[in-house]
């Protein structure tokens, strides 16, 4: 299927939508498609930004690459960014329900209309140099940021860093959540070499924050700094947070109230709050921003509703209580799974899929054996079958039953429930994905 040809058309929903479904048909995404979509380098999105007429260059940005909690960090950092009365640019990925999620301003999706005309005007460009899928939202994202005049953007990177499309801006702050074992067919086998990719988005001169230490890797950030002349941030080193706690009138960053409830969340305000010391000037660096502690607290306590955020340990149901989080590796599921076993109930009920690439094995070791499985696959190619995950989970000494669809996974996790038991949805984003779009229906 090619792309639409839109020349000549004005906006209406029909063509919007035939127009999106042809750019997902011609142009896969490695939200779907995995490592064939996968496309790394700079070249493509250096000509692609210099024929916009340079976006990346119209707006503050800060830039947050890591393994896991990116999306959480860039929001809440967003979300304070909006309550201090900034307006606020977010790019994130990967979507949940609708690509424009991406793309947001003080928590609004960038307009149908706005997408529509972007590939009006460059959708044949986009066809001629071979732009892969997030090499356009992210062109989409920084033309958009620039045309709407934001102050500031939070930039998350897609996989990696050095090699990123969005490594082509030159941001106020480098901010690095954490390094796990993810995507290593790209980025490396070992925690120093993929410590080695996310550091690439520190620039000469440009401050950094390091949200989580490791012995591992701890090297490459401090040697990549120094090398660079940035003054190098770790969140989670003795007394790094001392002058944003005292701004906050607070001892410890765990005292801070957040609306993400997940355990991981408090590592992520440890981050938060060490991005916040930079731009402010409390770690001694100049101010960028204004920004008062009650922003701070605001911005942290309702990042869902001031950004949109959703699927981080969000609760779905009430009567069984059905939670989903887009925890999807060993290094960030840990969390999660520790949080299942802080909970009560009679029975734990697990709505769980993965895709294929992912190390199972880690996965299965954090694993509750004793809750009751629905093996599931959302849709696409990268999905691990549902069929297979349940053949290695029950060598492994899981059981359970299968449902090819999430669709029917959710209804039956919601038919065996009782009001006592605890139903946990993930695994997966796309699992999660789906999962909220079931739910999203029943409202």
Aim: charged residues 25%; hydrophobic residues 40%.
């Amino acid at each position: 299927m090619g792309f639409v040809d839109l020349t000549g058309k004005t906006f209406d929903v029909e063509t919007y939508r035939k127009a999106i479904d042809s750019l997902f048909a011609q142009v896969p995404t490695f939200q779907r498609a995995g490592a064939s979509a996968y496309k790394p380098g700079l070249e493509a999105s250096v000509n692609f930004n210099r024929e916009l007429g340079y976006p990346s260059r119209a707006f503050r940005s800060i830039h947050v690459a890591g393994t896991n909690g990116k999306g959480s960090t860039s929001s809440m950092l967003a979300a304070v960014l909006q309550s201090a009365g900034y307006r606020t640019g977010l790019y994130t990925s990967p979507h949940l329900v609708d690509f424009r999620e991406r793309v947001k301003i003080d928590g609004q999706m960038v307009p149908e209309e706005y997408v529509f005309d972007f590939l009006r005007k460059w959708g044949q460009y986009i066809i001629r140099e071979k732009i892969s899928f997030f090499e356009i939202t992210t062109a989409l994202a920084f033309s958009y940021f620039r045309d709407m005049k934001i102050d500031v953007a939070v930039i998350e990177t897609g996989l990696g860093g050095r090699l990123d499309s969005t490594n082509i801006i030159t941001p106020l702050v480098s901010v690095i959540t954490n390094i796990g074992l993810d995507h290593c067919e790209f980025l490396g086998h070992t925690l120093p070499e993929i410590a080695g990719e996310k550091a690439g988005i520190i620039k000469s001169g440009v401050p950094s924050v390091l949200g989580e230490s490791n012995p591992e890797y701890d090297g490459v950030f401090h040697s990549t700094a120094d090398t660079l002349s940035s003054r190098l941030l770790v969140a989670d080193q003795p007394g790094s947070l001392d002058g944003v706690c005292g701004f906050l009138g607070i001892s410890s960053p765990d005292e801070l109230e957040c609306g993400l409830t997940g355990e991981c969340q408090k590592k992520n305000i440890r981050t938060v709050l060490a991005a916040v010391s930079v731009l402010t000037g409390m770690d001694g660096g100049k101010a960028m921003f204004r920004i008062t502690p009650e922003n701070v607290r605001t911005g942290v306590m309702n990042v869902a509703s001031l950004t949109g955020l959703r699927g981080r340990w969000e609760c779905l149901c009430h009567s069984p209580r059905v939670y989903c989080d887009t925890g999807h590796n060993a290094h960030g599921l840990k969390y999660v799974f520790h949080q299942l076993s802080e909970e009560v109930y009679d029975r734990l009920v697990i709505v769980f899929g993965v895709v294929a690439d992912k190390d199972l094995d880690s996965i299965m070791a954090l694993m509750p054996k004793d809750a009751f499985y629905i093996f599931t696959n959302a849709k696409g190619t990268r999905a691990l079958k549902a069929c297979a995950l349940e053949e290695r989970m029950h060598a492994a000494g899981f059981s359970g039953i299968v449902e090819d669809t999430v669709e029917k996974a959710v209804e039956k996790a919601l038919e065996v429930a009782t009001d006592k038991d605890f139903v946990y949805i993930g695994g997966s984003t796309f699992v999660v994905a789906e999962a909220l779009d079931c739910f999203d229906v029943r409202k």
